[in-house]
């Protein structure tokens, strides 16, 4: 039963986030903006009107893969979203770049996020050691416990990410309107597509919560 309830379900509730962000990118990518300017241009516009003119935009390889880079003031934008012109290429592009202003203006959960990101990778590389572990030799004490503080680690982290990428996403839909890179009624397409991005980030969250309660409940 526990492990259906903190496993399974959250399991089911990460796959409907996946389609649903697929599903309402797919759709808003299909729908033009009236201004027709490309993300790229729209992140740039964003981080303009900000004060910000250090950070470098580039064009990363696949779909989705869109991310700020506060180490090195860089900007990566999928090409479909670099050189797309759709509502949900400006929405994406717009909340990478909110991202660059949390830097500039030393959000609190980014500085925190970015100071977790070490112990974060440490703890991810050795989640699968517990996982094979575990599976071939059974979770023992010294596994449950290494278990209970990766998945402690990574659930912090998500919590962390939640304010961090929320915040983002409202700086975002009120750049865009703001600045005239769309009209307000284009914004239900950014909406759709920023929304189902943050449900990703909750499904994140309630799987490493899952996993941790379920290890905490082995240690009985």
């Known amino acids: 039963m526990n492990f259906l309830i903190l496993i399974i379900i959250p399991i089911a509730v990460g796959l409907y986030a996946q389609m649903r962000i697929k599903s309402a990118y797919n759709k808003n990518c299909k729908i033009q903006s009236r201004g027709g300017i490309t993300g790229r241009e729209a992140a740039q516009a964003v981080m303009r009107s900000a004060g910000i003119h250090d950070v470098e935009i580039v064009q990363c390889q696949g779909e989705?893969?869109?991310?700020?880079?506060?180490?090195?003031?860089?900007l990566a934008l999928s090409q479909a979203n670099y050189r797309g012109k759709s509502l949900a290429a400006l929405g994406v592009a717009a909340h990478e770049a909110g991202h660059a202003i949390q830097h500039k203006q030393a959000y609190a959960p980014l500085n925190l996020r970015m100071a977790l990101v070490p112990i974060t990778n440490l703890s991810s590389q050795l989640l699968p050691a517990v996982m094979f572990g575990g599976f071939f030799f059974g979770l023992g004490?010294?596994?449950?416990?290494?278990?209970?503080i990766i998945y402690l680690v990574l659930?912090?982290?998500?919590?962390?990410?939640?304010?961090v990428e929320f915040d983002a996403s409202v700086r975002a839909k009120k750049q865009l309107v703001g600045l005239g890179i769309i009209d307000s009624d284009e914004i239900k397409g950014v909406n759709e597509t920023l929304d189902a991005a943050?449900?990703?980030?909750?499904?994140?969250?309630?799987?490493?919560?899952g996993w941790l309660l379920y290890m905490l409940a082995q240690r009985r």
């Open 64 to 74: 989705l893969s869109d991310h700020y880079d506060p180490t090195h003031k860089r």
């Open 155 to 163: 659930t912090v982290f998500q919590l962390v990410t939640l304010p």
């Open 198 to 209: 943050a449900f990703t980030y909750v499904a994140a969250f309630v799987s490493s919560l």
């Open 141 to 148: 004490p010294m596994l449950i416990n290494l278990g209970i």
